[in-house]
């Protein structure tokens, strides 16, 4: 039979075959290629050889398919440093996110012993002051006696004074006998004097301050005690 040994052994020559005893494991570039059994040529080339049944060729060739397909499958599976990073930045969003929802629960717009009426704080005092000294006691704490904007604010504060008692608010003619005016320095309006309550003002032996009484305003005496209301912006807790 046509054994490829025999073959091998005729084409080498003399040299070659010494350098093979010589060089052990190191073999010449001539004579590798015809090397059965070297590290090289173990695998592929034991199932092309013709004494492995094709039967275990093609069992093999799966078996090593399958492992390869597992093998790509778990590769790409592995979340890539920039997948790592991506998700890493939402976690820090989400906390954020979080974070900012219990501040706004946090947040007042106004402290604790005022109350929140369309964008304002107001003070209601428990206690009677002169009309200037409640100026200052408003002043002391950043605000203002009340000056009236709108008519729902002027319907809050009317209600709430009937309530308590005749109120101070920002309103004088202490400059000019009926020339009312704010104490923020803008003119009593035109369609604030329906205001007045029926008969006001009279300024019965001269009243230059203006108070919230029963279901209107009145003139009255500067130097009469009466409560007072404070007012001031709201604090916003929705910045952005
Ligand atoms: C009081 C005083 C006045 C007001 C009248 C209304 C008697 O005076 O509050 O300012 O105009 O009452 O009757
Ligand atoms: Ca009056």
Redo the contacts with the bound molecule.
């Keep these: 039979m046509n054994d490829p040994k025999d073959n091998r052994k005729k084409q080498l020559g003399p040299l070659d075959e010494e350098q093979l005893i010589t060089n052990g494991t190191r073999y010449s570039i001539k004579s590798f290629g015809f090397q059965p059994n070297s590290g090289f040529n173990s695998f592929a080339g034991c199932l092309s050889h013709s004494h492995v049944p094709w039967l275990l060729q093609v069992f093999f060739l799966t078996v090593f398919s399958v492992l390869l397909v597992v093998i790509l499958v778990k590769v790409s599976k592995i979340p890539s440093s920039q997948g790592l990073a991506q998700s890493k930045e939402e976690k820090v969003y989400q906390e954020l996110t979080q974070l900012k929802a219990g501040v706004d629960r946090l947040c007042r717009p106004c402290a604790w012993d005022w109350t929140y009426f369309e964008k304002n704080c107001y003070f209601f005092s428990m206690i009677q002051k002169s009309w200037s000294d409640s100026v200052t006691a408003c002043q002391k704490v950043g605000s203002q006696l009340v000056v009236i904007k709108s008519h729902e604010e002027q319907n809050f504060l009317q209600q709430t004074s009937k309530k308590r008692g005749y109120t101070w608010m920002g309103l004088i003619d202490m400059n000019k006998e009926s020339r009312w005016h704010w104490v923020d320095g803008s003119p009593l309006t035109l369609s604030f004097m329906k205001y007045w309550n029926k008969?006001?003002p009279?300024n019965?032996g001269e009243?230059d301050c203006a108070e919230f009484?029963d279901d209107g305003w009145?003139?009255?005496k500067c130097d009469n005690k009466k409560f007072w209301i404070c007012k001031r912006p709201a604090t916003s807790c929705s910045r952005k």
């Design positions: 008969g006001e009279n019965l009243e009484r009145n003139d009255t």
